[in-house]
Structures are given as C-alpha cells and as structure tokens.
C-alpha cells in the first residue's frame, strides 16, 4: 500500500530518538500504534533495520502481544471484559448481547468499519463487575441497559 | 472554605466520579457555596464509589454511592444537617469494614493526592528512605530479611534472601524490576496503589536500588492500566525533580533512576522471566531456571525482580522496624496483604488484614456474601490458576502454607466469588481456554494440553451415558498431572488447579456422581 509510505519520516524519527535505549522494541511499537492506529507493514524493514534485527524477529514481537494491529482500527474500539470476575457477574450474556446487536463474534469488525470488538481479561475493575473499555474508557456495574445506551452513543457520533 | 475529597481512581472514575465531581464544582458556584474539591485515592471500598468525602471537626463524613443526580440535594444537605441526606455514611474512618482493617500498605488509600508531594510526606513519606540512607545496604537488606516480606506476586518467595543475593553479586550494571502486570482476575490491588500512592513504589524501589547496588529500575505496567502509567510517569518527574531519584538518591550519595515500560496484552509477562524477555523487546517467553533472575536476569545481568506490593512494603519496614512489620501475621506468612474482594460480591473493594483471618471472615463479614443475593457457590482465589474452593472450606486461614495443604494458593490476595449460577465446567472450560490463548508456547503440556483439554471437556459434556462421561473424567484428570508436573511456569503448572478443583467439588455441574469425580 502506497500510502503506507507516508508514515515513514514519523516512523524513523522516533525509531532515532529510542535507537540507543536498550529493548526498546514495545516502545517503538507502542508509539507507532499510538501515532498511525496501527503498525504498517511498510514500517518493519526500518524498525529491524535500526534495530539490527531481522525483519522475522520484528514480525514475531508484533504477532506476539495481543495489543498490537497491523491494519487501521475501526472508529470504536470494545472491549468486554470476559475474565473470571466478570463472568461471575454476567459477562457472558453481555457478550451474546453484544453478539446480537452488532451481529459480529466476539473478535469481529463491523463492515461499515464504525466498531470493533476485543475480548480482554481484566480491567482491574472487578469490584465493580462487569466492566468494559470503549474506546479507552473504562465502564463499569454494567447492565444490558447500560450497555445498550454505550453502543447507541457509538453509533450516534460514528454516522 | 468548604474542603471536599472525591477519588480520582480509575474505577471510581468508571462507575461515574468524574461526572458527580464537575456536577459539584458547577452547582456549587451557582450557589456561591465555595468549595476546594481534592481528588484524592480511593479507600477502595468500591461499592460505595463514587464515595465523597467532606471535612468535618470530627473527621471526615462520607456520601456514596453517588449519582451526579444526586448532586443538588446533597449540596442543600451540606448546607444544612448533612447527616439527614440518605447517603450519608458517618465517619468514613468508623465504617466497620475500614476500621477493622490493618492497613499498613494503604495507609494513605483515600486520604491523600495521588500526585501531591506534599501529601506524601506529611503522611510519613520517605520515612524509609531516610532510614535506609542512614543504615547502609547490607543493614537494609537484613532489616528486609528479617521483617520476614514474602514476594506478594504469588510466590511467596522469602524478599530477604532476593535481596542478599543480588547484593552480593559483582557486575558493572544491576537491575530492579517492578512486577506490575497485574492480570489476575480478581485483583486490582497493584493498579490501586500504583494509581494512588505513586511515590510509595518508587521509595521502595529506590531503597531496594541503593540496598542491592543497582542504578536503573523499570516498572512494567500492563497496557491495561493506562491511568497508573500515567500517574506513574507524572511521579517519576515530581520525584526526579526533588532528589528522590538521580545522581544522589536521597542524600545517600548513590545514584539510582527508573522508568515505566508498558506491555502489551500478554498475561504470561506477569511471569517473571518472560516479563524480562519482554523488557528486552522480545516476545514473552518463559526461561529455564536456573539460573535465577537474581543472578542473570535483564539482559543476563543481577537482577531484583518484586511485585509491586512487595516493592511497597519496604518503606514502612525501614520507617517501623523489622518487628513491627513481623508482628503482623501467623506462622511464616508474615504483615499485612491487601485482600481483594470481586466477583459476584455485595461489598466488592480492598481489604488489607494480617495473615490469619479467615476465607469466610473475609467473603461473608467483609464482603456480605453474593450480590445477586443467590446462594454462594465457590470463590476462586488467587486469579485464573488459582483453584474454586467450596464453601465448606471457607474457614481455612489465609496463610499461604494453609492454602498451599489445600490444593489451592493465596497467590496476590484477590477472591472472585461465584454464585449457584454460574456453571463449573463452564469456568473449568474457561481456564483451559484462557491458557490456549495465553500460552507462550514453550513447553508442550501447556502449549498442546490446554487445546486438547478443552476438547476433553466439551466430549465429557456431550457424552451419552455416565460410563462414557467417567473415562473422559480420568482422561481429564490425567491431563491435569501432565499440566501441573509438565510446565515450566505457572501458567501451565497452576491450569491445572482451577480445572481439578471445579471437577472435584461440583461434579454435578459435569453431569458425574460426587464418588466417581473423588476417584
């Protein structure tokens, strides 16, 4: 992808700027995400090369961690907590709810790219169970009804 | 002036703080009622979050859980006999479930500004450091030996030894690495403390620093907890900047300085050697030991690995004494531990009590049993590899070596209770699943054996008859042994636990008799 290239100057700036910080790699990749959504595959010979890795090594971290993409997010990012605590409280059928409406599994991207949900285990806020994160926000003592009113909020900002 | 507290607490934030707090700023200016609103930690009694609190010649009072609908009567309240507002709560300090705890490590949860300086040392803040200054190493390193800290990670492993033997190791460059990839379910107490009392982790690490002869540290926060890297990283700066780390920690002459790495969604960095490995910009996978992180560990160089509490039970040590901290506890299991109470919990929130009470003290009279107010049915403790015990075994003390007779682990403090609703061999599924996903594919029974164990389950489920649901118990079963003696690490090794327990005390949820699951 041709516009891919675009994201290269930020991308070897900043690969400058951590290049002599020992295991610098989740930094960088960090960074990447935070500024461009994702990590571009155009990015990779660059990040392996400054790093004196090969381009396999990279790719590996990458596919390692869960946190990393490697295409742009969809507008809304959800993640509903599915760990042990928030099973206890409902998370479960949250989820089919979750299912139902949006009609996606529980990894699944909207076609319209408006929403994308993640399953994520533990927010820290499992006094408080269930919770969710939308969009880096945390969200907790959920109800259906809550959730509901969250995704509408989603789709009223995202048309 | 009237002085107002309201936590800034991420998850007294999810449940609605920020909403009550700029509700009270605006109202109270249209009233000409003037007001200094501090956003302090929070207590952690989370169900009463969001709690406010407000300054009184007795102390503090309480109002929680607070709704930003709830706003305009409580200011007429407050304007008035506030004791009347029907959320009140008394003195915060007298509600049973805080006053009966021991709070040592969150001594200042709720009280003070996460980021104030000044705060933290008017609640006797860099007390420790000081101490340690004045002592030397090798005293501070025997003052942690004998407090008797054990790791809090989970672990338990015996701080003082940790710390000897990193401080008698010879290299150029050692290493303190924080733990805090907290991704137990269950727990929440290092993203409290982290979020709540900053500076406390960073004098215990650079107590440890200047005790074991390392210059560099790094706090390795999950990506979870942005507000806790946040805060973390406003403090580094606050405390860099007032000589706490640099060139001359503390006046000592010693030079010691940190930073905070984030990761990146794997649970297994919670482990400690794939968490150096992922330090190291690699992917998180777990390493033979020996040799031990002590000796070669970030970049095969001394390392002092700790979870966060751990870190932050130094303080109090060097500022009290040895044997204040050791007069706390039963048996080998010394100090306080911030329990965490969650799941389906009425009274969810921290609790940090000397060894020794018990499980049921702790769910039934702190937690007020089930939210849903159905029957209890389990309690897992110590995060997804920690075993489901029954309510018959509820009066087992907390103390690491009662548990570990048991079958199960104390692990870092959390309890996620369940009611009759929710199906074991469901959550027996679950554990297996979670470590499919989770697994960093070092060695096979965890690797392969989590995959094949779900697939065990799902035949033990389906089967026709009890004779066919037997031999896919045994089969089950024997997978367990094979995960429990076949791993590396704890997440294969410990899978195991909350697998066997749930097909142990609920066999009815698998469709087996109690005697046949026993066998």
Not at chain 2, 92 to 97: I, M, T
């Amino acid at each position: 992808m041709p516009d891919e290239m675009l994201h290269l100057p930020m991308v070897n700036s900043l690969l400058e700027r951590h290049k002599g910080s020992p295991g610098a790699l989740l930094p960088i990749l960090h960074e990447i995400q935070e500024g461009i959504g994702y990590i571009p595959d155009a990015a990779i010979p660059d990040i392996a090369h400054a790093l004196n890795q090969s381009q396999a090594e990279i790719r590996g971290v990458i596919s390692f961690y869960h946190d990393f993409r490697t295409a742009p997010p969809a507008r809304h990012i959800l993640r509903l907590c599915r760990a042990e605590s928030c099973q206890s409280r409902g998370a479960e059928q949250l989820a089919a709810q979750l299912r139902e409406r949006l009609q996606l599994d529980d990894h699944g991207s909207s076609a319209d790219g408006s929403i994308s949900l993640r399953p994520v285990y533990c927010l820290g806020a499992c006094a408080c169970s269930p919770a969710l994160e939308l969009d880096g926000q945390v969200h907790a003592r959920l109800s259906a009804e809550r959730l509901d009113a969250l995704l509408d909020s989603c789709r009223e900002d995202g048309a | 002036m009237n002085r107002l507290y309201l936590p800034c607490d991420s998850l007294a934030r999810a449940v609605g703080a920020d909403a009550v707090a700029s509700a009270l700023v605006t109202q109270a200016e249209q009233r000409h009622w003037p007001l200094e609103l501090q956003r302090t930690s929070s207590r952690g009694l989370y169900w009463l979050e969001p709690m406010l609190e407000v300054d009184t010649p007795e102390g503090r009072i309480g109002f929680g859980p607070l709704t930003a609908a709830d706003v305009p009567a409580l200011l007429d309240a407050l304007q008035g006999d506030a004791s009347t507002h029907p959320l009140a709560l008394g003195l915060v300090e007298q509600l049973p479930y805080l006053h009966s705890q021991q709070r040592l490590l969150f001594a200042r949860a709720g009280i003070t500004r996460p980021l104030s300086l000044d705060d933290y040392r008017a609640h006797g803040g860099f007390e420790g450091l000081a101490r340690a200054v004045a002592l030397g190493g090798e005293q501070t390193a025997t003052a942690v030996f004998d407090s008797g800290l054990r790791g809090r990670g989970g672990a338990a492993f015996p701080a003082g030894i940790k710390w000897r033997t990193v401080r008698g190791t010879q290299a150029a460059q050692k290493y303190i690495v924080c733990n805090a990839d907290e991704g137990d379910s269950g727990t929440f107490a290092d993203r409290m403390l982290m979020e709540g009392d900053p500076f406390l982790l960073i004098e215990g690490m650079a107590i440890a620093g200047i005790s074991v002869g390392a210059s560099h540290g790094y706090i390795y926060v999950r990506s979870e907890y942005p507000q806790a890297v946040a805060t973390l990283r406003e403090a580094l700066e606050i405390a860099r900047h007032n000589g706490y780390l640099g060139a001359n920690v503390g006046g000592s002459g010693l030079a010691f300085d940190m930073e905070v790495r984030v990761g990146a969604g794997a649970y297994i960095c919670g482990e400690e050697t794939a968490l150096l490995d992922s330090l190291e910009g690699k992917r998180g996978i777990v390493r033979a030991k020996p040799p031990i992180p002590a000796l070669q560990g970030l970049f095969g160089l001394p390392t002092l690995v700790h979870n966060v509490l751990t870190l932050a039970s130094v303080p109090l040590i060097l500022a009290k004494g040895a044997p204040f901290y050791r007069d706390y506890g039963m048996g080998r299991s010394l100090g306080t531990m911030p329990f965490q109470l969650a799941g389906n919990i009425r009274h969810g929130g921290l609790v940090e009590r000397a060894f020794g009470l018990t499980l049921r003290e702790l769910v039934e009279d702190y937690g007020g049993g089930t939210a849903s107010g159905r029957p209890l049915k389990a309690a897992q403790i110590g995060g997804p590899l920690g075993a489901w015990v029954p309510p018959s075994q509820f009066d087992t003390p907390l103390d690491y070596e009662a548990f570990a007779a048991m079958g199960a682990m104390l692990g870092h403090g959390g309890v996620v209770v369940a009611d009759d609703s929710l199906d074991m061999a469901h959550m027996a599924r679950f554990a297996l699943q979670f470590c499919a996903e989770e697994s960093c594919g070092k060695c096979t029974p965890c690797r392969i054996g989590s995959t094949r164990g779900m697939e065990v389950i799902d035949r033990l489920l389906a089967a026709p008859d009890q004779e066919h649901r037997e031999q896919q118990a045994i089969i089950l079963k024997d997978l367990c042994d094979t995960l429990q003696y076949g791993s590396l690490c704890a997440l294969g090794g410990m899978t195991s636990y909350p697998v066997a327990s749930a097909l142990k005390h609920f066999p009815a949820d698998f469709g087996l008799h109690a005697a046949e699951a026993e066998q």
